[in-house]
């Protein structure tokens, strides 16, 4: 073989070694993870319990509820820069397979946003029999479709030591129409086809109100392709969530995290809401700018191409906004110790 190739393969080998180390430590997270299984409102819940490596014993938690979607504990690793943050202030955080995900028993599309509030409610129950987690230092978090669930919780819940939400929506119906639109005007979409997609919305919703089971939501022809059943199903059980009415029952320390280019959900409205019904010592909002629903920074997130398949794998931490996860640190850390009844 001539010199040159041998040189050309000895040098590709070494930056490959190279890049290769530099993913290890990327996404080499200061957490230790163990596979448990807790006892569920309805199935048994396949869960991931992330601890910090160090630190004395018992350790805070924060209990993780997805948005919407088919998602599995990690959220397809996105959650782990997340639940290092945590880990740095003391917290361990837990977080499951959605139902029918991964193994897990059951079918999430099956689930109402109640029955969600129930199984994150056994899994409190489940921690509060740890004997290495602090049951006055225990917090939830929650994205998107978790604004329907953990408002719940939480007013059942006052012992509680803090709700995180991220990107919570108000309203179901609105929410969806916020969304349609800001889709359809970010790939500028002409008015002729804003006001057909707006129209096939209406004949939407107007079936689900006058409850249309599937067969006639199909014959109706608005959605090309159309939704599955269980996705009919899911929608028709849920369509009518709104948070507002339970939002004056929340007695706990509420962070608001919104991002400023959020193209599901209106921040605007959601902020103006939770400011109207909780008491402004209760609240602290924070808005950040060039932020997508995910807090991701929205030049990665609104263009998932190669360069954020680089820096997922590169840098996943510098996926999200900055001082996003340093501001989850710093709150459960300023966060005095609850009462346990």
């Known amino acids: 073989m001539p010199r040159v190739c041998l040189w050309v393969i000895a040098v590709c080998s070494v930056v490959a070694a190279g890049l290769g180390g530099v993913v290890l430590c990327q996404n080499d997270f200061a957490i230790t993870e163990e596979r448990v299984e807790i006892p ?43 639940w290092e943050s945590f880990a740095r202030a003391g917290y361990a955080s837990v977080s499951w397979n959605k139902p029918g995900v991964e193994g897990a028993p059951g079918n999430w599309l099956s689930q109402s946003m109640h029955d969600r509030a129930v199984e ?45 939400l991220v990107g919570p929506a108000i309203n179901w119906l609105r929410q969806g129409e916020y969304n349609l639109l800001a889709e359809l005007r970010a790939r500028k979409a002409g008015d002729s086809e804003i006001a057909a997609a707006g129209r096939r919305r209406a004949e939407s919703v107007r079936l689900l109100r006058a409850d ?28 009518l969530s709104d948070v507002t009415p339970q939002l004056a029952g929340i007695k706990i320390p509420v962070l608001l995290i919104l991002g400023a280019d959020d193209r599901n959900v209106d921040v605007a409205e959601t902020e103006r809401v939770y400011r109207a019904q909780l008491p402004p010592n209760q609240l602290t909002v924070q808005l950040f700018p060039n932020a997508s629903h995910s807090i991701a920074k929205a030049s990665l997130d609104h263009d998932q191409g190669i360069g954020s398949f680089l820096v997922a794998v590169f840098a996943p931490r510098s996926l999200y906004a900055s001082g996003y996860l340093d501001s989850l640190r710093k709150f459960v850390e300023d966060q005095p110790e609850r009462t346990v009844p």
């Open 120 to 164: 994150t409610e056994a899994v409190l129950a489940w921690a509060k029999r740890r004997g290495d987690i602090d049951p006055r230092r225990i917090g939830v978090w929650g994205i998107s479709q978790g604004g329907w669930v953990l408002p719940e919780v939480a007013t059942r819940h006052p012992e509680l030591q803090f709700m995180i």
């Open 212 to 239: 249309a089971d599937y067969g006639r939501y199909l014959a109706s022809g608005i959605d090309d392709p159309p939704m599955s059943a269980d996705r009919w199903r899911f929608v028709h059980t849920n369509y």
């Open 40 to 82: 569920g409102s309805a199935h048994p819940l396949h869960a991931i319990l992330a601890l910090p490596p160090r630190g004395e014993k018992p350790y805070g938690l924060v209990v993780f509820v997805h948005g919407d979607g088919p998602a599995d504990a990690s959220r397809d690793s996105f959650y782990r820069p997340l």
